[in-house]
C-alpha cells in the first residue's frame, strides 16, 4: 500500500507501521517548549539560504508560521510553490494534499518535505479513487456520464485531481471555486452540464447556491456507501450538482445557534466564516470567503468593529492578536484547532529543516509520474482560469 492509500490511522506506537513512517522526529531533539528549538530552526534556515523555500498555510500554528517564507491559503501556496524554479528544497508547513500538488507544480530537481507524514486532511481521505471510480461507472450506467464535469477540490489527494485531468475536469480552491465552476458548466453545450464536485459537499453547496443562483433542489449528495450514491435515475437527471459526501471535520463544527447566541450579545456583530462551513450557517453569516479573504477584511474593517469568525482556531487567534483594535471572537464554544495542521510543530520543522542541512532528505513528498501528468492537466486548468471571482 502507498502512503497516499492509506487512512487517517489513530496514532500510537506499533500499531500500524505504515502509517507512522516519518511521523517521529528521532535524536536529540528537546520537547517543543524548549527555546534552542527557535534558534536551531533560524540556524538551519540560515545554514540552507535560498536553497529552501518554506510555505506555510493560515492553519499552521504559531510557533511554525513564523519561518515560513510565504503565508497564504491553498491557492496561493499552490502559485508560489510554482513561483520559485530556484529552490532546492520546499518544506510545506501544511498538510499531505498541499505538499503533493507542490510536489505536481514545482520541477523533478526540486524536493518537496512535509515534516510530518501524519499531517493528512480528514476530508481529502473521505474521497478515495476506487470510490470515485465506481460512482463514475455508475453515472455512466444511469446515461450520465457524458454530462459530467468532475471539480475536485483543492483538498483532495493526487489520484483523484488526476482523475479529473483525465476526464475533462479541473481544480479549485476555496477563492476561485466559483470561476471554476463557470469554466466546468461552459464545457458542456447549454443547459446540459452537471458538476460532480469533490470532495467537501458544503463548498460545492454553498458556491452553486450563494455565487451561481442554482436551486437547492438541483443538488444532490452522492453517497460512495450507498449503491448509486443513494440517488435515483431521476434524481440523477434532474441534478446540476452532484455534491459528493465529504466534508471538513473543523469546518463542520460551525453551528447557527452560535450564530444567534452571538448576534444577541454583540448587536452589530459581523459575522465571518469559510465556505467549507454547512450552508446553514453560512446562510446566517454576513461574509463567506477562503481564509485568504477572511484575513483581508479583517486587515480592512475599521477599528472598533466587533467580528465572529468560523474558521480554524490557530488563524482566528492569531487574527485576534494581530488586529487589537478590533473585538475578535471565535465562532465556537469549544477549542478546535485542525488536529492534521498541529502535527506540524517545531520539533518536526527543526528535525527536517536539521535534516537537509546534513544532506538528508526526509519526509519527502513524490507523487508517481502518471498520476502527476494527469493531476497537472487539472491543476493548470485551474492555474489558467480568470483571476476575477464574483466577489471581486
Ligand atoms: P483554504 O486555504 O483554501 O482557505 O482552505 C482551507 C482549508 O481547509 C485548508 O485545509
Ligand atoms: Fe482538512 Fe479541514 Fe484540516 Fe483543512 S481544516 S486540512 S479541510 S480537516
Redo the contacts with the bound molecule.
Keep these: 500500500m502507498s502512503l497516499v492509500d492509506l487512512p487517517l490511522l489513530p496514532l500510537g506506537k506499533g500499531r500500524d507501521l505504515d502509517a507512522e513512517r516519518g511521523v517521529e522526529c528521532p535524536g536529540d531533539l528537546p520537547a517543543a517548549s524548549d527555546p534552542d528549538l527557535v534558534e536551531r530552526a533560524r540556524a538551519a534556515k540560515a545554514a540552507l539560504g535560498d536553497r529552501l523555500f518554506v510555505l506555510g498555510?493560515h492553519?499552521q500554528r504559531d510557533e511554525v508560521i513564523q519561518f515560513a517564507d510565504v503565508t497564504g491559503d491553498?491557492f496561493k501556496l499552490a502559485r508560489d510553490a510554482a513561483g520559485r524554479p530556484d529552490a532546492e528544497f520546499i518544506v510545506f508547513c501544511?498538510?499531505h494534499?498541499?505538499a503533493e500538488s507542490a510536489d505536481i507544480l514545482t520541477a523533478p530537481s526540486q524536493q518537496v518535505v512535509l515534516p510530518d507524514l501524519a499531517?493528512?486532511?480528514?476530508?481529502?481521505d473521505m474521497a478515495r479513487l476506487r470510490q470515485v471510480e465506481d460512482a463514475w461507472d455508475a453515472m455512466g450506467d444511469a446515461g450520465i456520464q457524458d454530462s459530467v464535469v468532475p471539480v475536485t477540490?483543492m483538498?483532495s489527494s493526487a489520484d483523484i485531481k488526476a482523475f479529473c485531468g483525465r476526464n475533462g475536469g479541473v481544480v479549485c480552491t476555496s477563492s476561485n471555486a466559483d470561476v471554476a465552476l463557470d469554466w466546468a458548466f461552459a464545457q458542456k453545450p447549454a443547459g446540459e452540464a452537471k458538476i460532480l464536485f469533490l470532495p467537501?459537499q458544503h463548498l460545492g453547496r454553498n458556491t452553486a447556491v450563494l455565487q451561481m443562483g442554482i436551486g437547492l433542489d438541483e443538488c444532490v449528495v452522492w453517497d460512495p456507501h450507498l449503491p448509486s450514491g443513494g440517488l435515483t435515475a431521476d434524481e440523477l437527471a434532474h441534478a446540476r450538482m452532484i455534491l459528493w459526501k465529504g466534508?471538513?471535520?473543523?469546518?463542520?463544527r460551525f453551528t447557527e445557534d452560535v450564530v444567534d447566541e452571538l448576534r444577541a450579545k454583540h448587536p452589530g456583530i459581523n459575522i465571518l466564516v469559510h465556505p467549507?462551513c454547512p450552508h446553514e450557517v453560512v446562510l446566517k453569516a454576513d461574509l463567506v470567503g477562503s481564509t485568504e479573504f477572511i484575513i483581508k477584511t479583517i486587515e480592512a474593517a475599521e477599528p472598533g468593529t466587533v467580528w465572529a469568525i468560523g474558521?480554524?482556531l490557530n488563524l482566528v487567534k492569531r487574527l485576534a492578536d494581530n488586529h487589537p483594535d478590533k473585538t475578535i471572537v471565535f465562532l465556537n464554544r469549544n477549542v478546535c484547532y485542525?488536529?492534521?495542521?498541529n502535527r506540524i510543530d517545531l520539533p518536526h520543522l527543526v528535525w527536517a529543516l536539521e535534516n537537509l542541512v546534513a544532506g538528508q532528505v526526509v519526509n519527502q513528498i513524490t507523487v508517481d509520474p502518471e498520476t502527476e501528468a494527469d493531476a497537472l492537466v487539472a491543476l493548470q486548468r485551474m492555474l489558467d482560469l480568470p483571476g476575477k471571482s464574483h466577489r471581486d
Excluded at 499531517?119 to 481529502?124: D, E, L, P, Q, R
Excluded at 485542525?338 to 495542521?341: G, R
Design positions: 498555510h492553519y491553498s501544511g498538510v494534499f498541499m499531517a493528512g486532511c480528514s476530508m481529502a477540490y483538498n467537501d466534508h471538513c471535520s473543523v469546518h463542520g467549507e474558521t480554524e485542525c488536529s492534521t495542521m
